[in-house]
């Protein structure tokens, strides 16, 4: 099966914008929807983008998520940054069995 | 409002199944994909599997064979048994649910709080 790559971490000060890499080793990241988890600490995971870059009703517009099919990646952008925004984020996508893939993950932290 | 909840034993032996049931309230399992996820202390996500509410199923090839899912839809209620478990089987595992269609199985717009498995003697 494929792996999702993304970043250990990233940090940024508040206001500013970062954008987390997420890279399929094998397949087209087009070929399946890329999901995009948030998960505060000591919390559930919550789905900020779906569908590659569809927001869920709630989820604030600096949260936007594109594909790269040059690159073979998604992104997850947050612009504006705030405090709450420090969390963990995960990207998710599947193969053509609908088998599902976590990336490892990226912390991102608000200077 | 949907929520999910899920309950079991928070404490396995090894080698033995570890058994846990996402009851849904405020809506029905009917309809929908229902996945299980997972998450060692300190770790990432692992998806372990999805099921339909009507029965098919999609488990996770890493977990060798080990998963088992099923539903109750009179409950509404989605189950997770996991076999000959180990140490490394300890985590936080979450239900939570997809869409109505086969496409959007691993899109989740619920998910449950998890509730921690240990395994140990």
């Known amino acids: 099966n494929f792996m999702l790559t993304q970043p250990h971490s990233v940090s940024e000060s508040p206001g500013k914008t970062v954008t987390i890499s997420c890279t399929r080793s094998?397949?087209?990241?087009?070929?399946?929807?890329v999901q995009w988890y948030q998960q505060r600490p000591g919390s559930s995971p919550t789905t900020v983008i779906y569908e590659d870059n569809q927001r869920p009703s709630g989820v604030p517009d600096r949260f936007s998520g594109s594909i790269d099919s040059s690159s073979n990646s998604a992104s997850l952008t947050i612009s504006g940054l705030k405090t709450e925004d420090e969390a963990d984020y995960y990207c998710?996508?599947?193969?053509?069995?609908?088998?599902?893939?976590f990336g490892g993950g990226t912390k991102v932290t608000v200077l | 409002q949907v929520q999910l909840q899920e309950s079991g034993p928070g404490l396995v032996k090894p080698s033995e199944t570890l058994s846990l049931t996402c009851t849904v309230s405020g809506g029905s399992i009917s309809g929908y994909y229902w996945s299980w996820i997972r998450q060692a202390p300190g770790k990432g996500l692992e998806w372990i599997g999805y099921?339909?509410?009507?029965?098919?199923?999609n488990y996770n090839p890493s977990l060798e064979g080990r998963v088992t899912m099923s539903a109750d839809t009179s409950k509404d209620q989605i189950s997770l048994k996991l076999s000959s478990v180990a140490a490394a089987d300890t985590a936080i595992y979450y239900c939570a649910r997809g869409g109505s269609s086969s496409l959007f199985v691993h899109t989740f717009d619920y998910w449950g709080h998890g509730t921690l498995v240990t395994v140990s003697s």
């Open positions: 099921m339909y509410y009507r029965g098919n199923s």
């Open positions: 094998s397949g087209s990241i087009a070929s399946n929807y």
């Open positions: 998710q996508s599947s193969d053509g069995f609908n088998l599902g893939v």
